[in-house]
Every structure is written in C-alpha cells, then in structure tokens.
C-alpha cells in the first residue's frame, strides 16, 4: 500500500480557486491509479476525480465537471487537484486514494480503492 498525505485545503470564498496536492510516499507511484474523493457533514463519499497511472486518461464527477483539473507528477509522487470557480456546494473533507489494481468501472466506488489518505478540509463560504 502507499501512504497518502493531503495539503492545500482551507478557507476561500465563492468563485476563488484552490489546489490540492498529495503526496504519496514508497515507490512506483506511477503504477497507482489515483484520484479525490470528498465528503459533506452528513453525507456520503462523492467521487471528485480520477487519473490513470500514465496520466493520459481523467475522469470527473458531474458535479465538478468543467471546473476542477486533475493531475499527476509522477517524478515527484503527488497528484494534484486544481479547483476553479468553487461553490458553496464545494464544501467538505477532501479525500486522496490510491489503487494499483482498480478498473474503470470500479473508479466511482471509494470502498474499491485501497489508499486513502487523512483527508484536508475546504471550506467556501463568503
């Protein structure tokens, strides 16, 4: 397993952007798969995001579709969450994972990913 640590989160107000990294700690991070999850008070785990171990393929929640930008540097094993034009909604613990073996159709599905770091929390509030 890889051990994840989430930075970036805090307070912003609507309509500003953010980024989140995580950084993965052992070796061969370029052969997990990685991406973000989140979670309001009082709700589930949503996905967010997710990236394939190459990079060449992302994958987004609707929710965040057109706004938020996932992305990887191998080099450095961290994967990055670049949030724009935040909202209200944009609000709760955001959740870094890590798996080596997940499939596509498995991506949308947190209890199917292997790693998963502390979390980081974002807060939009004007």
């Known amino acids: 397993q890889v051990q994840l640590v989430e930075s970036g989160g805090g307070l912003v107000q609507p309509g500003d952007s953010l980024r989140l990294s995580c950084a993965a700690s052992?070796?061969?991070?370029?052969?997990?798969?990685v991406g973000w999850f989140r979670q309001a008070p009082g709700k589930e785990r949503e996905f967010v995001a997710a990236i394939r171990r190459s990079g060449g393929h992302t994958y987004y929640g609707d929710s965040v579709k057109g706004r938020f930008t996932i992305s990887r540097d191998n080099a450095k094993s961290t994967v990055f969450l670049q949030m724009n034009s935040v909202r209200f909604e944009d609000t709760a613990v955001y959740y870094c994972?890590?798996?080596?073996?997940?499939?596509?159709?498995?991506?949308?599905?947190?209890?199917?990913?292997?790693?998963w770091g502390q979390g980081t929390q974002v807060t939009v509030s004007s």
């Open positions: 994972v890590a798996d080596r073996g997940i499939i596509l159709s498995s991506i949308w599905t947190p209890d199917l990913w292997g790693s």
């Open positions: 052992g070796n061969s991070f370029n052969t997990y798969s």
